[in-house]
């Protein structure tokens, strides 16, 4: 877990984008993003904390415009909680390190496990395998 001063030193080094959607809870428009048409091996990650999130292994094409995966890298690296804004119910996913927004789950995917996590690439850090 990153200590106040260390979240400020980041979220200053981040981009505007970045910091609407970590902080704020923001969603970049869709087709826009660097990773959304990304077809690279390797791992995406927070971009404020470094913590590994999703394998490029579980990504897949969901027609939404944003980097989709159908399911995470392990059961502790993110954190889902109920989100209420906007007048709808939707499924907020934060990093479990550093609790920044990335995104919401949706139950539309793919098997195995028919989950969309639908991900901001202005939350993602990807490093190649």
């Known amino acids: 877990m990153l200590t106040?001063?260390?979240?400020?030193k980041k979220k200053?080094?981040?981009d505007r984008e970045a910091v609407?959607?970590?902080f704020l809870k923001g969603t970049e428009a869709p087709f826009?993003?660097?990773?959304?048409?990304s077809h690279e091996a390797g791992?995406?990650?927070c971009v404020v904390c470094g913590a590994p999130l999703f394998s490029s292994d579980t990504k897949f094409e969901s027609g939404t415009g944003w980097p989709?995966?159908?399911?995470p890298v392990s059961e502790t690296a993110i954190k889902e909680e109920a989100d209420r804004s906007f007048g709808m119910t939707r499924t907020?996913?934060?990093c479990a390190n550093c609790g920044v927004?990335?995104?919401h789950v949706f139950d539309d995917g793919p098997k195995p496990t028919g989950l969309r996590y639908c991900m901001n690439s202005a939350a993602l850090e990807f490093r190649k395998a």
């Open 92 to 94: 907020e996913v934060t």
């Open 4 to 8: 106040k001063e260390e979240m400020a």
């Open 12 to 14: 200053a080094q981040l």
């Open 68 to 71: 989709s995966f159908f399911r």
């Open 43 to 45: 791992v995406y990650h």
């Open 32 to 37: 826009t993003g660097k990773y959304w048409d």
């Open 20 to 22: 609407d959607v970590c």
């Open 101 to 103: 927004h990335l995104g």
